[in-house]
C-alpha cells in the first residue's frame, strides 16, 4: 500500500478489507464452495477498486458515480456474506461483516458529503 493510501480511510479500509475478502474466497475454495468464491471475490475487491478508481475522477459527478459503483458492490457483498453466514454447510465470518459495515457508513457519508459540496 502506497504511503498516501494510508491517510485516506476509504482507501485503507477497502484494501484491507480486499485482503480479508480474498482469505475467506481461499477458505471457501479449499472447502470446494467454488461458485460463492468467486463470487465473494469479485464483488469483495470489487470495492477497493472502485474506490481507487474514484480517487483519479475527470469530475465531482464522476467522483460521486464511482463512489455509488463501489457502494453497490458492498451491498451485493453483505448479501453473499449473509448467505454464508446462514448456509449450514459454509463458513460464517462475522469480522468480514462488521468491517463492510464500516465500509459503507464511510461510503455513505462521503458520498451525502460531496453530493452537498456539487450542490453548492
Request: with cysteine; aromatic share 8%; glycine share 2%.
Amino acid at each position: 500500500m502506497k504511503s498516501y493510501e494510508k491517510e485516506n480511510i476509504i482507501l485503507k479500509k477497502t484494501f484491507e478489507f480486499s485482503l480479508l475478502i480474498i482469505s475467506f474466497s481461499e477458505l471457501l475454495e479449499s472447502q470446494r464452495k467454488y461458485v460463492i468464491s468467486k463470487q465473494i471475490l469479485r464483488s469483495g475487491t470489487s470495492i477497493g477498486a472502485n474506490v481507487k478508481e474514484a480517487q483519479n475522477a475527470e469530475s465531482k459527478k464522476d467522483f460521486i458515480h464511482k463512489m455509488k459503483i463501489a457502494a453497490k458492490e458492498a451491498e451485493e457483498m453483505e448479501y453473499w456474506i449473509e448467505l454464508c453466514n446462514h448456509a449450514e454447510s459454509y463458513p460464517s465470518n462475522q469480522k468480514l461483516l462488521n468491517e463492510l459495515k464500516e465500509i459503507q457508513k464511510v461510503l455513505t457519508k462521503i458520498i451525502g458529503t460531496s453530493k452537498k459540496s456539487l450542490a453548492n
